[in-house]
Nanobody, 122 residues
């Protein structure tokens, strides 16, 4: 499956962005989807994941209450709504797809998008 992320940009602290990730090539609803991020000099970290139906989600503690993952299987798209953004949210954000494992570990995800930059200024 091919993943194309978009929606990043530069915002001030307290602002909002919505990331989108469109999948192609295989049946989107067969995949568990996740969002990860990587800041300069840091390891890639888990942000959120959603199961195949969209009925179950998990968010990292650092974004809980501010970010929301969702999906539209008819549009083969997963979203990350980001509100109340903070400078520490600055990173490249990646979407990823897992055929079978639902979790927070990056190595559970086989397919990755190219990343979209999010920059939050204070």
């Amino acid at each position: 499956v091919q993943l194309q992320a978009s929606g990043g940009g530069s915002v001030q602290a307290g602002g909002s962005l919505r990331l989108s990730c469109v999948a192609s090539g295989r049946t989107f609803s067969n995949y568990i989807m996740g969002w990860f991020r990587q800041a300069p000099g840091k390891e890639r970290e888990f942000v959120a994941t959603i199961n195949r139906s969209g009925g179950s989600t998990d968010h990292a503690d650092s974004v809980k209450g501010r970010f929301t993952i969702s999906r539209d299987n008819a549009k083969a798209t997963v979203y990350l709504q980001m509100n109340s953004l903070r400078p520490e949210d600055t990173a490249v954000y990646y979407c990823a797809a897992s055929p079978s494992l639902y979790g927070r570990r990056p190595d559970s995800y086989l397919y990755w998008g190219q990343g979209t930059q999010v920059t939050v200024s204070s």
